[in-house]
């Protein structure tokens, strides 16, 4: 298979997070009662015509601007002819030859070589992103079908990549960037198993090195980010072992079939010219100012590259850290709240917030975890629990158990420390009897240490830590047996 290179580009669905529909004003929303959001316009009743919606194309320019894209200065709609049951009006308003958005790119994080280590960035090539409208929901129940028309004519705009990524895993760490940056700007709720985002994968394969295209295939119903690799995975074999065999490919769009791992025909891939564009005669060309675009730039939040970039350099985390926060706003504000308190020790309180309250969030959980939202610890209280940290007035080991009933109770960390006797003993006398008493009970430790071997020395800072039950300084215990050790 090293023989063979696969070729992928991706056209991705993402549903608008608008109040009403893209060309009325019925509500957008989801989960309600079938066929309760429609109105003349989205059942194409006679004489029903459709007005656009500003939100709507605000947000498509948005995305366009995230992504580096060019902005048409004017932009016009189109019918798309198709007949399907779940498209009242016999063809769907998009964009063809003049799309809102040109070019632009995505940026990528690749996986590293190993968990703890950041992986290679770089940026996937976009053609276009077009704004449209979506279709009604059919569901099939035997030799039966139901149509819930509360989807059709919500906003819809399609990212189309370029051919540019060559592996499943470029495509899942596409996919996942495109959704994390739409989410920080609130475009979508991105949900997968809503049908908020989708995702239609175009893939081909050809010898290594050559530069023309294979046939491609297009493949659908993958219904996840991970249900896309896995598709691509079996699509790329399946692909290489029809060459090897010495047979030729059809342009098709195939169907994945996640129960049973496979891929499977469904029709003859459709050209431009079977949906017959031509301008909707109904709805008049979009020009987009300058001064609305630049408008538009300003409401931009930070974007997870950048947060990323700055946590690490500025605040000095680890990517370790970062890889947790960046891709959660919601963390991510959750943290900064913290740092803002005790901007002295960011390191120390985002190893909290990435690790010790992810954990806990997820302890008795059968599915996901509890809602940050719901959580009782604030972020100035791990704030207060860090500075106290860090004056050495509680140690790392009984912090633990202190961050553990900060997040049960809501309590502060000063009133479980005091009411735990968690508090370090100032008493260096108690802590030197302790200590002359690990050198007596470890003498291994002692022999290992004298002989150059630095950490065993923690052997006997272990001893000591247990016995005062956390209270003794960590480091008044490393002075003192640094100094009977020599």
């Known amino acids: 298979m090293s023989n063979y290179e696969a070729v992928i580009g991706l056209e991705v669905h993402v549903e608008l997070k608008t109040n009403s529909k893209m060309f009325t004003r019925a509500a957008n929303a989801y989960g309600m009662p079938v066929n309760t959001l429609t109105n003349p316009v989205v059942l194409a009743l006679p004489g029903a015509l459709p007005v656009m919606n500003r939100e709507a194309i605000e947000k498509c320019v948005k995305v366009g601007l995230i992504f580096g894209c060019q ?41 590293g070589p190993a968990r703890n280590i950041q992986g290679a960035h770089r940026v996937v090539a976009l053609t276009r992103i077009h704004l449209e409208e979506d279709v009604g929901k059919s569901t099939h129940i035997g030799a039966e079908s139901l149509i819930d028309f ?69 493949l659908k119903n993958l219904n996840s980010i991970t249900g896309v690799k896995n598709g691509l995975e079996y699509e790329i074999k399946r692909q290489i072992q029809a060459k090897e065999r010495g047979e030729s490919i059809p342009q098709e769009t195939r169907r994945w079939d996640a ?12 050209q431009a010219h079977d949906y017959r564009y031509f301008p909707d005669p109904d709805l008049m060309p979009v020009r987009i100012p300058a001064e609305v675009k630049n408008r538009l730039a300003t409401q931009i939040p930070e974007m997870p590259w950048k947060k990323q970039e700055r946590y690490q350099k ?14 959660d706003q919601e963390l991510c504000a959750y943290f900064e709240k913290a740092v803002a308190v005790y901007p002295k020790n960011p390191k120390g309180i985002g190893n909290f917030v990435a ?14 975890m509890i809602l940050l939202s719901e959580v009782k610890i604030t972020p100035e209280a791990i704030a207060d629990l860090v500075k106290i940290i ?65 950490g065993a020395i923690n052997v006997m800072k272990g001893y000591v830590m247990k016995q005062s039950k956390g209270s003794a300084s960590p480091a008044v215990i490393d002075e003192l047996l640094k100094k009977l050790l020599s």
């Open 71 to 111: 902005i048409a200065e004017v932009c016009k709609w189109d019918r798309k002819n198709y007949f399907y049951p779940d498209l009242p009006k016999a063809y769907q308003i998009s964009q063809y030859d003049k799309p809102l958005c040109l070019g632009g790119g995505v940026e990528i994080e690749m996986p």
């Open 150 to 218: 509360n989807r059709a004519g919500v906003p819809l705009i399609e990212i189309v990549s370029e051919p540019d990524m060559h592996s499943p895993e470029e495509a899942f760490a596409y996919l996942t960037a495109l959704r994390m940056h739409l989410l920080y700007a609130g475009i979508s709720d991105c949900d997968m198993e809503k049908g908020q985002l989708r995702c239609d994968a175009n893939i081909s394969v050809r010898p290594v090195g050559e530069t023309k295209l294979g046939t491609k295939v297009e």
């Open 259 to 270: 129960s049973k791992g496979v891929t499977f025909s469904m029709r003859s891939k459709e």
């Open 314 to 327: 500025e605040l000095g985390l680890p990517y370790t850290q970062t890889a947790v926060l960046v891709p």
């Open 355 to 368: 690790n010790d309250l992810l954990r806990e969030r997820s302890a008795g959980v059968s599915d996901g």
């Open 390 to 454: 860090d004056v050495g007035a509680v140690s790392s080991q009984n912090a633990k158990a202190v961050f553990t009933e900060m997040f049960q109770t809501g309590a502060s960390p000063a009133s479980i420390i005091e009411a735990r006797g968690f508090k370090v003993s100032t008493d260096t006398g108690a802590v030197e009897k302790l200590v002359r008493e690990s050198i007596e009970k470890n003498p291994e430790a002692v022999a290992q240490y004298k002989a150059g071997k630095q």
